[in-house]
């Protein structure tokens, strides 16, 4: 059963830099991908990252290249995404995701949810 518990979330001004972590509880990690997505204020979840089992292949949001990097640890169970050069745009609250089966970029694709951790950047 997926678990998925979100850490690191906080309070950060523009320019600054965040690293959010997600811990698989419920399982041994799964060989399959995981990713991070995002949901502002009145706006739909939206696709951030994912990664593959092996670390091998990485996948972004436009908005996000260059800036952020997702990794995993999989003796750890834990995937991370590193943001950097942060802006006020990127504030939302930002749920980790197991289970994938379909598009990655779709919200409906992903099969289990961690409960997200707030990102606040200011300007």
């Known amino acids: 059963q997926v678990q998925l518990v979100e850490s690191g979330g906080g309070l950060v001004q523009a320019g600054e830099s965040l690293t959010l972590s997600c811990v698989d509880s419920g399982r041994t990690f799964s060989s399959d991908p995981m990713g991070w997505f995002r949901q502002a204020p009145g706006k739909e979840r939206e696709f951030v990252a994912a990664?593959?089992?092996?670390?091998?292949?990485?996948f972004y949001t436009d908005s996000v290249k260059g800036r952020f990097t997702i990794s995993r640890d999989n003796a750890k169970n834990t995937v991370y995404l590193q943001m950097n050069n942060l802006k006020p745009e990127d504030t939302a609250v930002y749920y980790c995701?197991?289970?994938?089966?379909?598009?990655?970029?779709?919200?409906?694709?992903?099969?289990?949810w961690g409960q997200g951790t707030q990102v606040t950047v200011s300007s």
């Open positions: 995701a197991a289970d994938p089966e379909g598009d990655y970029y779709m919200p409906t694709a992903w099969g289990g």
């Open positions: 990664i593959t089992w092996t670390g091998s292949s990485t």
